[in-house]
């Protein structure tokens, strides 16, 4: 059983920045990509940024520059740095991991979601 817990979500104004923390808890072998996802009032679910185990990164183009990912695999825990933040970064931001159990079963995992409010 896997678990992961987020924090760090807030209320920021436009320009300021928020740092978002998740943490991966239970029966772990391994933890491959990790990464964070966004999804605003009435609008879908969307990629904001992965990291490999390797520590490989991706963003997607509205965040490139912005927001930096990082992980501490000896924390089994993925960051979130967001800088010079919009008000269309407001959204529940989701941390995902793709979990090797002990026993050898992957899982996509996925946290509660944290509320990040950009105020203009």
């Known amino acids: 059983q896997v678990q992961l817990v987020e924090s760090g979500g807030g209320l920021v104004q436009a320009g300021g920045s928020l740092r978002l923390s998740c943490a991966a808890s239970?029966?772990?072998?391994?933890?491959?990509?990790m990464g964070w996802y966004r999804q605003a009032p009435g609008k879908q679910r969307e990629l904001v940024a992965t990291i490999t185990s390797g520590g490989s990164t991706t963003y997607a183009d509205s965040v490139r520059g912005r927001f930096t990912i990082s992980r501490d695999n000896a924390k089994k825990s993925v960051y979130l740095q967001m800088n010079s933040l919009k008000p269309e970064d407001t959204a529940v931001y989701y941390c995902h991991a793709l979990v090797v159990t002990s026993l050898g079963p992957v899982f996509n995992s996925w946290g509660q979601g944290t509320q990040v409010t950009v105020s203009s």
């Open positions: 239970g029966s772990i072998f391994s933890i491959n990509d």
